[in-house]
Every structure is written in C-alpha cells, then in structure tokens.
C-alpha cells in the first residue's frame, strides 16, 4: 500500500528552530511537497524536492532522501504565525497529478 | 489576482436537498481537481480533472458528480447529500508546466453541513 507518515503534534518555542519529518511508501516518486496550513484556511505551497538534497527559501528548508523514503521540513527562527498544520505529500506514480497526503502535523509555537 | 474561488463558503442544508459548490480559477490550468477535508482522515481526493471535459474519480467519488465544461470551472454536485458528506471541502489547481509543475493552488474552502 502507500502510506505517508508524520507526527501528529509537535511543540516549539519562538526564535528557536523545529525539524518535521515525513517518511514515505509510495509506488513510484514523482516528487514530495510541503504545505502549510493555518486551521480553518486552505493548504499554500512551501517547498518541493525531486532529488535527494536540501531546498533552502527563506526561513524554511526542506531536505529529501529517496533511498530512505524520508523528508523533513525545517523551519528557523520561529515566530507565533507558525503555529499550523504542515502537510507533506507524495506524487506517486502514473500521470494523473494525483498526490497522496499525510495527515498533517500539528505546531504550536509558544512565547 | 491568480486565485481558485470556490461558493459557498459556509453551507448549511438538509439531507436529500441537491447542491453545487462552484469552483473557479483564473490561471489557466489544466488539472483541477477536489478534496475533502475531516479530522483524522486528512485530504483526501474525490474527484479530478486533467482537462476539459476529461474527469475521473478520486479516492472517495462516492455521493458525488464533476463536470468540466469550460477550463476555469469544476464545480462539485451532491445529487442528494447526506450528513456523513458534511465536511471542508477544497478546490484546487495546477498547471502541467513549470518545474513545480504540481504545485496546486486551493481555493479558500466550502465548509457544507448536511442535517
């Protein structure tokens, strides 16, 4: 089957930095991506890794290894509008675009 | 603007009471597709569109129809809606080119409650 995994929660205190880890078991990689998502609003871009390696942008990175199956989001310098839901997804294999989603991990950033 | 609007946002109804939920983007692309969202359960896909007039189910098409008449719209029907299709739900789009070619743009949500 195709199963992405992700922790529920995690907890994290402002200016300091917090890794996400996502790890995957897809029939074929065409891609993982990261969104954010603030409670109640609708998933936003953040990143996307084909090959093996770190993406960096800004305050937030993301790191991909296809022979582990594993990503992780990095985010430093947390500041309190971090505090969302961050989803990591896999394009499998075939044409049709389709993305298999985490579940989505939960981040409380706290003063 | 490049934007995926999507009305209503909030909706309310009975069970059995027809519905559509209207999508619409302004980016020209070509794959549309819909989700539902509920907790524990994550996004999950119902149906998809990789173009006009070419749609196919998701994960979860069950109680529901798409169609795609004209690029920019995709809208969501609920022939007959029933309390376990009360959800968030979300329409987003992507483009095939470009080398975030699967990045897809959501539209701000429909948050349905079916009675």
């Known amino acids: 089957g195709q199963n992405i995994d992700q922790p529920t929660e995690m907890t994290a205190t402002e200016g300091a930095i917090v890794q996400i880890n996502c790890t995957y078991q897809?029939?074929?990689?065409?891609?993982l991506f990261w969104y954010q998502q603030h409670a109640g609003e609708a998933p936003t871009f953040l990143s996307y890794n084909v090959l093996d390696g770190l993406e960096e942008k800004g305050r937030f990175s993301s790191f991909l290894s296809r022979s582990k199956g594993y990503s992780y989001l990095l985010l430093k310098e947390l500041q309190m509008k971090d505090s969302a839901s961050y989803l990591c997804a896999v394009k499998g294999a075939g044409n049709n675009r389709k993305l298999i989603w985490g579940l989505g991990t939960s981040l409380a950033v706290n003063p | 603007e490049a934007q995926v609007t999507q009305n209503p946002r909030y909706l309310i109804t009975v069970t059995g009471k027809k519905l559509t939920v209207t999508c619409s983007q302004n980016?020209?692309?070509?794959?549309m597709s819909w989700y539902r969202q509920d907790p524990g359960l994550g996004l999950r896909q119902i149906y998809y569109?990789?173009?006009?007039?070419?749609?196919d189910k998701g994960d979860v098409p069950e109680g529901y129809k798409v169609s795609r008449k004209e690029k920019r719209n995709f809208p969501l029907i609920l022939e007959s809606p029933s309390p376990n299709q009360t959800s968030l739900y979300f329409c987003a789009s992507s483009s095939w080119a470009g080398q975030r070619s699967n990045e897809q743009f959501f539209g701000p949500g429909t948050r349905l409650t079916v009675l």
């Open positions: 569109s990789m173009n006009v007039e070419v749609t």
């Open positions: 897809t029939s074929g990689f065409n891609g």
């Open positions: 980016m020209n692309h070509e794959y």
